[in-house]
Nanobody, 123 residues
Framework: QLQLVESGGGWVQPGGSLRLSCAAS????????IGWFRQAPGKEREGVSC????????KYAESVKGRFTISRDNAKNTVYLQMNSLKPEDTAVYYC????????????????WGQGTQVTVSS
C-alpha cells in the first residue's frame, strides 16, 4: 500500500520552530517530487514548498520564504519541512504530497497525499 505519513506538527508560540517529516511507505520517493501544502480553517489549500526528486531544486511560497526550508533524505525515504520564525498565520493542517514529475505547487497535479498534521501557532 502506497502511503505518505506526516509527523512533527503541534503547538508552538510565535517565533518558534517545528520540523515536519513526510515518510513514505510502500514505494520509494527517489523518483518523486514532493510538495508541502497547508489548509487553514475556511481557506483553500495552498502550496507552501516543493522539492524535486533529487533535492536540487526547491520552491517556496512568498509567505514562507526565508523562514521555511524543505529538504529530503532519499536514503530514509523522507522529506522534511523546517519551519522557523513561525507566525499565527502559519496555523493550518500541513500535508505532504508526491508527484511523478516536476516539482510544483499545484495541488491538483499530485498523485499521493498524506493525512495531514496540525500546526498551531499561538501565544
Amino acid at each position: 500500500q502506497l502511503q505518505l505519513v506526516e509527523s512533527g506538527g503541534g503547538w508552538v508560540q510565535p517565533g518558534g520552530s517545528l520540523r515536519l517529516s513526510c515518510a513514505a511507505s510502500g514505494f520509494t520517493l527517489d523518483y518523486y517530487a514532493i510538495g508541502w501544502f497547508r489548509q487553514a480553517p475556511g481557506k483553500e489549500r495552498e502550496g507552501v514548498s516543493c522539492i524535486d526528486h533529487r533535492g536540487g531544486s526547491t520552491k517556496y511560497a512568498e509567505s514562507v520564504k526565508g523562514r521555511f526550508t524543505i529538504s529530503r533524505d532519499n536514503a530514509k525515504n523522507t522529506v522534511y519541512l523546517q519551519m522557523n520564525s513561525l507566525k499565527p498565520e502559519d496555523t493550518a493542517v500541513y500535508y505532504c504530497a508526491a508527484v511523478w514529475g516536476m516539482a510544483n505547487m499545484k495541488s491538483n497535479l499530485y498523485d499521493y497525499w498524506g493525512q495531514g498534521t496540525q500546526v498551531t501557532v499561538s501565544s
